[in-house]
């Protein structure tokens, strides 16, 4: 079944998983598709970043069940002076969601791998 994603920004209708709005150019991960509750093995696609490869596109591709490890939510707000007198002239919130996540990798039921490095070809590990 797909499910569609609409931009946050402009409404549009984005790819499957998110991708870049092609309307306003805003780029949307959709993670809303991960189910930490399921305790099932959920199949994994990560592209590693060219900085860890060499400049070479590679994906990982692995079974794994994921966990939530953590998510804090905090608002810090920095006040701003200035004037005569030194008055707080406004305030600038400063919202941080951070949250941490765990792949625990399970044997792919196919062949047994832990994961798979696809480079210019598969790798089995
Ligand atoms: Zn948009």
Redesign the pocket.
Known sequence: MERKTN?P??G?ALPQFGGK?E??G?RVVDLTMLDFDAQEPTMFLLNLPQSITGGQKAMISMWANPELNSITMEQNNTDVYGGWGNYKMFTIPEPQIAFEMSLHPCADPRDSSLYKLKIDKEINL
């Open positions: 931009c920004n402009c549009a709005c309307f306003c805003t």
